[in-house]
């Protein structure tokens, strides 16, 4: 099969013939059609994600979208002929998605929604899983809520937008007004973070309370931010909060938070059950017109791969960004 190669950080991917890998045991071989790309991936490439990096050389690339092709021995959810998705590599020991095809722990797959390309599908898993576990898993967010999102027209910030108003939620969101068509779209009232100070926006939107559930995808000062404009006993979920900062302000308001490290399942091997089966409520989601990823709509293939790299940082994509690999 071919495969893209990391060699060395900060250098191009180099293109190999590989063997084509067998399942083990708890694994499926799946023939990637479509490879997700998120900021953590280029960060990996780049070496200064070291709780995340593989050894090099390796694959990288961790979401995916394709076929199941064999199946390893005691799986049972999956046949042959299977369209999966899935949050599923790029990480530490575990090949990536930037390939022809992969073998996989089956745990951490579920069937792609009908109504979804490969190409739709593969964006959907880290963003999506990061937005459900801070929200849901830890926030529990509940009908009547109000909840704020910081780059609410974001990868993980628009899978945020849209799953609080599933379940009930009145949602604002930080956007520059560029975007803020896209936050309205999805159904939450942007906030325009450049002209609006903290203050005015929780005195306009919660007279003056704060929020129930702040998500906060940016960190640095937007993480201040939320220590702000939560409401006592709030909840503040953040997948960005790997700074210093000075935790008074929301400690003062009896403030919880909750750090989302969304590869950890990956990494240790822990909690790989729980990633499947949130993608499969999702896809139920996505299935009855609740839950849509944006699509960059620039194309990337294995040929052109680190573009789409580059286009994950360089503040150029609208959505997320795929590579074809079908």
């Known amino acids: 099969m071919k495969a893209l190669f990391t060699n060395t950080y900060e250098s191009d991917f180099v293109s190999t013939e590989i063997e084509i890998p067998t399942p083990k045991s708890g694994e499926v071989l799946i023939k990637i059609h479509a490879s997700g790309v998120n900021p953590i991936d280029n960060k990996i490439r780049i070496g200064v994600s070291p709780y995340a990096s593989p050894v090099l050389p390796a694959i990288l690339g961790t979401d995916l979208a394709g076929v199941v092709e064999a199946i390893g021995k005691d799986v049972t959810d999956f046949k042959v002929g299977d369209e999966v998705y899935g949050l599923a590599g790029g990480v530490l020991g575990l090949q990536g998605t930037l390939a022809e095809y992969t073998a996989v722990d089956a745990s951490l797959l579920a069937l792609k929604p009908t109504n979804l390309s490969m190409k739709e599908a593969a964006a959907v898993p880290l963003v999506l899983l990061t937005a459900w576990e801070g929200l849901i898993d830890r926030a529990k967010v509940k009908k009547g809520d ?181």
């Open 146 to 326: 109000q909840v704020l999102v910081h780059a609410g027209a974001g990868g993980v910030g628009h899978m945020v937008v849209q799953l609080a108003r599933i379940f009930g939620a009145d949602v604002y969101a930080t956007v520059s007004p560029e975007k803020a068509p896209i936050a309205k779209a999805f159904g939450a009232t942007p906030i325009d973070y450049r002209t609006t100070t903290v203050e005015d926006y929780v005195e306009q939107f919660t007279a003056g309370k704060g929020f129930d559930i702040i998500y906060d995808t940016v960190g640095g000062t937007s993480l201040d931010d939320s220590f702000k404009a939560i409401r006592h006993y709030g909840q503040i979920a953040s997948c960005y909060a790997f700074g210093t900062h000075n935790l008074a302000t929301g400690s003062l308001r009896s403030a919880s938070l909750h750090g989302v490290f969304v590869l950890h399942p990956m990494i240790s091997g822990e909690g790989r059950k729980h990633h499947g089966d949130i993608l499969k409520e999702a896809a139920k989601f996505i299935e009855e017109g609740k839950l849509k990823p944006i699509i960059d709509p620039r194309k990337f293939t294995l040929d052109n791969a680190i573009e789409a790299h580059k286009a994950v940082s360089d503040g150029s994509a609208i959505g997320k960004i795929v590579v074809d690999i079908v």
